[in-house]
């Protein structure tokens, strides 16, 4: 088994700063993916930010220049830098993985979601 473990999210003031932490811990070989998702009430979950193993990171339009995704693979942790926040950008963020097991089977996995407002 796999377990996600998200923080860092809460009530920002625009123009504000986060930072999004996912922990993966279980039985892990290695993990390919690593995205952060969100979903605003009323809409559709997007793909807010991923970076693959060994690959360059990519980003939504919306957060360009605005967020930053990292990860270190010794700790099995993604990050979403998140600055200059806007009201839109008030979500639920969700963390998402691919992640090798030790017998060689790739399966996905969702966090439960840290909630992120922004909002004066």
């Known amino acids: 088994q796999v377990q996600l473990v998200e923080s860092g999210g809460g009530l920002v003031q625009p123009g504000g700063s986060l930072r999004l932490s996912c922990a993966v811990s279980g039985r892990i070989f290695s993990i390919s993916v690593m995205d952060w998702y969100r979903q605003a009430p009323g809409n559709q979950r997007e793909l807010v930010a991923g970076?693959?193993?060994?690959?360059?990171?990519n980003y939504a339009d919306s957060v360009k220049g605005r967020f930053t995704i990292s990860r270190d693979n010794a700790k099995n942790t993604v990050y979403l830098q998140m600055n200059s926040l806007k009201p839109e950008d008030t979500a639920v963020y969700y963390c998402?993985?691919?992640?090798?097991?030790?017998?060689?089977?790739?399966?996905?996995?969702w966090g439960k979601g840290t909630l992120v407002t922004v909002s004066s």
């Open positions: 970076i693959p193993s060994g690959g360059s990171p």
């Open positions: 998402y993985v691919r992640v090798l097991s030790p017998d060689y089977v790739y399966k996905n996995y």
